[in-house]
């Protein structure tokens, strides 16, 4: 029995890879303390990076694996091209 038997192909639903704070921490190598800052100061947001198991603020989180990849990926490469930058300006006396 696999998912695709109880899945319309047909529909626009798209199952997301969410799971939960645990194994978040272990799949995107960061704790817990990264992941609710983040969620704390907008930086992840709700229905694309997190939401609420049952959709009520009681609930358990669900992170979206693949959205969060993103998030790091984009940041790594706005921090390196940074960096150049800073280099860059630097004005070199001889």
């Known amino acids: 029995m696999t998912l695709r038997n109880f899945t319309d192909t047909k529909s626009?639903?798209?199952?997301?890879?969410?799971?939960?704070?645990?194994?978040?921490?272990q799949l995107l190598g960061v704790g817990r303390?990264?992941?609710?800052?983040?969620?704390a100061?907008?930086?992840?947001?709700?229905g694309i990076h997190w939401v609420y198991s049952s959709g009520k603020?009681?609930?358990r989180i669900?992170?979206?694996?693949?959205a969060i990849q993103k998030w790091q990926e984009d940041k790594s490469i706005e921090n390196a091209?940074?960096?150049y930058k800073?280099?860059?300006s630097?004005?070199?006396f001889a």
């Open 41 to 46: 100061n907008g930086e992840f947001i709700v």
């Open 57 to 59: 603020p009681k609930s």
């Open 81 to 83: 091209q940074a960096a």
């Open 62 to 66: 669900l992170w979206d694996i693949p």
């Open 12 to 25: 626009p639903l798209t199952l997301k890879n969410r799971v939960f704070t645990e194994a978040a921490q």
């Open 86 to 88: 800073t280099a860059e």
């Open 90 to 92: 630097i004005e070199v």
């Open 33 to 39: 303390t990264f992941l609710m800052e983040k969620k």
